[in-house]
Nanobody, 116 residues
Framework: QVQLAESGGGLVQAGGSLRLSCAASGRSISGYVMAWYRQVPEKQRELVASMAESGSPNYADSVKGRFTISRDDSKNLVYLQMARVKSGDTAVYYC??????????WGQGTQVTVSA
């Protein structure tokens, strides 16, 4: 079992920056693909960024060049650095862990609101 807890959300002005953190507990995130998703009301949850233990990160086209995912397996932490945020980035952001063949885990989410 992996428990995920996001933090760092809040209100940020358009054009500003914010860093989200995801703290994992229960077992090491090594071997897991870690990802950030986001969701707005009445829309499906969408993948923002993902990163395997070894390998290049992947990003949604809408955040490429603005967001950066990183992970510190020694500390069981995953980050999402958000820069040049836009109103369209307003959403609840979720941390996600999966191996691709076993159970997957979700955090409870953290709200990010971008103001004009």
């Amino acid at each position: 079992q992996v428990q995920l807890a996001e933090s760092g959300g809040g209100l940020v002005q358009a054009g500003g920056s914010l860093r989200l953190s995801c703290a994992a507990s229960g077992r090491s995130i090594s071997g897991y693909v870690m990802a950030w998703y986001r969701q707005v009301p009445e829309k499906q949850r969408e993948l923002v960024a993902s990163m395997a233990e070894s390998g290049s990160p992947n990003y949604a086209d809408s955040v490429k060049g603005r967001f950066t995912i990183s992970r510190d397996d020694s500390k069981n932490l995953v980050y999402l650095q958000m820069a040049r945020v836009k109103s369209g980035d307003t959403a609840v952001y979720y941390c996600h862990a999966s191996t691709g063949y076993g159970p997957e885990y979700w955090g409870q989410g953290t709200q990010v609101t971008v103001s004009a």
